[in-house]
């Protein structure tokens, strides 16, 4: 038997034949398992960046209280830092989803848990404003943050609307805005929906929304938003549970939501469309594995319902924006004599830049609907830039400015998901750059 022959190149150019293309170097890398996913997105939740505390000394209101927190994208004090208030389950996790936007802006995006979500203590539902304001200073010293910018999310407005009026200071000189996404509308003048039907519940049925809620997310749906309301932000698809799986689903008459699409997650997230499908609903379960129940008091607070009291100094949205453009004007006057009581600073330099609120609201918002919508424009009409020139007390210069715009193709919970591109404006915003 004739010995086995080896073809060499040499051999193979000899017979005149072309060699086989060497296909190893592109190949593709086979998707990952569901298994793999899953752990991986374990690993990314757990990090230490998205799992952190501080103490809150006692006072005569509240004992000593702990704080915990997570920093997203850029994990340094000389990075430009964002506070991100969220919604009514809007927990420190959901810095998560903006970590990689973070990263490529350069920007430090930090969210606290409030009393009673995570691993925040929780506190009797009428402290939960006062507590609020206590805490961001002292965030701000433990990250060392000379200034924060602010956004906020549905009921999360209105910890950011107390949060500019009482601590004007902690807004970087440069820019002097506050960004809010679907805000908060109080009942009577939004829109029919599931939290509101509960307006008709009496105090402690409501104390039981946590439970309902976490039920449900727990056994029905797969994901939540970042309103925290029960949800379906990120549902299984049968292209999302595939790498690369997103815009070429034969099968659909309609385009996935961006939220799914592999190319936006790709370029939001950092990640496909199935690795931030796992991650979020690694999200879902690592925060129902912590507390939740602030839940009741947000619902509480978001109703007005009983020992939850008033919204602070934004309880009338008629009546706040006057409010807040003579704080800021006296404000503006204080920095300008040379010295912030509140920081001691004296390099605050005075400006007759308007203070700036930005609000992006959904196409289609099933919390706020359109009527909530146009109430909340209608209250800041007049500092609108179509109608700014005059403050209406004598003074020529207004300290406030209002815009709005509607984000397309986003719900009430969408519209702050990075892949809408509202909230990677924002932030370009906040560092001055050029969309």
Same mark, same amino acid.
């Given at each position: 038997?004739?010995?086995?022959?080896?073809?060499?190149?040499?051999?193979?150019?000899?017979?005149?034949?072309?060699?086989?293309?060497?296909?190893?170097?592109?190949?593709?890398?086979?998707?990952?398992?569901?298994?793999?996913?899953?752990?991986?997105?374990?690993?990314?939740?757990?990090?230490?960046?998205?799992? %952190?505390?501080?103490?809150?000394?006692?006072?005569?209101?509240?004992?000593?209280?702990?704080?915990?927190?997570?920093?997203?994208?850029?994990?340094?004090?000389?990075?430009?830092?964002?506070?991100?208030?969220?919604?009514?389950?809007?927990?420190?996790?959901?810095?998560?989803?903006?970590?990689?936007?973070?990263?490529?802006?350069?920007?430090?995006?930090?969210?606290?848990? %409030?009393?009673?979500?995570?691993?925040?203590?929780?506190?009797?539902?009428?402290?939960?404003?006062?507590?609020?304001?206590?805490?961001?200073?002292?965030?701000?010293?433990?990250?060392?943050?000379?200034?924060?910018?602010?956004?906020?999310?549905?009921?999360?407005?209105?910890?950011?609307? @107390?949060?500019?009026?009482?601590?004007?200071?902690?807004?970087?000189?440069?820019?002097?805005?506050?960004?809010?996404?679907?805000?908060?509308?109080?009942?009577?003048?939004?829109?029919?929906? =599931?939290?509101?039907?509960?307006?008709?519940?009496?105090?402690?049925?409501?104390?039981?929304?946590?439970?309902?809620?976490?039920?449900?997310?727990?056994?029905?749906?797969?994901?939540?938003?970042?309103?925290?309301?029960?949800?379906?932000?990120?549902?299984?698809?049968?292209?999302?549970?595939?790498?690369? &799986?997103?815009?070429?689903?034969?099968?659909?008459?309609?385009?996935?939501?961006?939220?799914?699409?592999?190319?936006?997650?790709?370029?939001?997230?950092?990640?496909?469309?199935?690795?931030?499908?796992?991650?979020?609903?690694?999200?879902?379960?690592? =925060?129902?594995?912590?507390?939740?129940?602030?839940?009741?008091?947000?619902?509480?607070?978001?109703?007005?319902? &009983?020992?939850?009291?008033?919204?602070?100094?934004?309880?009338?949205?008629?009546?706040?924006?006057?409010?807040?453009?003579?704080?800021?004007?006296?404000?503006?006057?204080?920095?300008? &004599?040379?010295?912030? %009581?509140?920081?001691?600073?004296? @390099?605050?330099?005075?400006?007759?830049?308007?203070?700036?609120?930005?609000?992006?609201?959904?196409?289609?918002?099933?919390?706020?609907?359109?009527?909530?919508?146009?109430?909340? @424009?209608?209250?800041?009409?007049?500092?609108?830039?179509? @109608?700014?020139?005059?403050?209406?007390?004598?003074?020529?210069?207004?300290?406030?400015?209002?815009?709005?715009?509607?984000?397309?193709?986003?719900?009430?919970?969408?519209?702050?998901?990075?892949?809408?591109?509202?909230?990677?404006?924002?932030?370009?915003?906040?560092?001055?750059?050029?969309?």
């Amino acid at each position: 038997m004739a010995a086995a022959r080896t073809t060499t190149p040499d051999l193979v150019a000899e017979a005149g034949l072309a060699p086989a293309p060497d296909t190893s170097a592109t190949a593709p890398a086979p998707a990952p398992t569901k298994q793999e996913l899953e752990s991986r997105a374990r690993e990314y939740i757990a990090q230490e960046k998205f799992n %952190r505390r501080f103490t809150l000394p006692a006072t005569d209101a509240h004992d000593e209280l702990t704080v915990t927190y997570a920093v997203g994208g850029v994990d340094s004090d000389t990075a430009p830092t964002v506070l991100f208030i969220g919604g009514m389950y809007g927990g420190r996790l959901l810095v998560s989803m903006t970590d990689h936007v973070g990263q490529s802006l350069g920007m430090r995006i930090v969210v606290i848990d %409030r009393p009673g979500m995570g691993g925040s203590t929780i506190v009797d539902v009428g402290l939960r404003l006062s507590v609020w304001l206590e805490t961001v200073p002292l965030l701000m010293r433990t990250i060392n943050a000379q200034h924060v910018s602010i956004a906020a999310h549905s009921c999360g407005v209105i910890y950011a609307l @107390n949060t500019i009026y009482e601590l004007p200071w902690i807004l970087p000189p440069s820019n002097r805005k506050l960004y809010l996404f679907s805000p908060w509308v109080s009942l009577e003048h939004s829109g029919m929906t =599931m939290l509101s039907i509960s307006s008709y519940l009496p105090s402690p049925l409501i104390n039981q929304f946590d439970n309902i809620v976490r039920f449900v997310n727990s056994t029905m749906m797969p994901a939540v938003h970042f309103s925290g309301i029960v949800s379906s932000a990120l549902p299984v698809s049968s292209t999302a549970d595939q790498e690369g &799986g997103g815009s070429g689903d034969s099968g659909r008459t309609k385009p996935l939501p961006r939220h799914e699409r592999d190319e936006t997650c790709r370029e939001y997230c950092g990640v496909s469309a199935a690795e931030y499908s796992a991650r979020s609903k690694e999200l879902m379960h690592a =925060m129902f594995e912590e507390s939740t129940r602030a839940a009741n008091h947000e619902a509480l607070l978001s109703l007005r319902k &009983g020992v939850a009291g008033e919204w602070g100094v934004c309880d009338d949205y008629e009546t706040y924006p006057n409010a807040l453009e003579a704080k800021m004007r006296e404000f503006s006057r204080e920095i300008g &004599g040379g010295t912030s %009581r509140e920081t001691g600073q004296s @390099n605050l330099a005075l400006t007759n830049n308007p203070f700036v609120i930005k609000a992006f609201w959904a196409e289609k918002d099933q919390m706020i609907e359109k009527k909530g919508e146009k109430y909340f @424009n209608k209250c800041f009409e007049r500092f609108s830039e179509t @109608n700014v020139g005059s403050s209406g007390d004598g003074n020529e210069h207004s300290y406030l400015l209002y815009e709005s715009e509607v984000v397309p193709e986003t719900t009430h919970d969408t519209v702050v998901l990075p892949q809408y591109e509202a909230l990677p404006r924002a932030l370009r915003d906040m560092l001055g750059r050029q969309e």
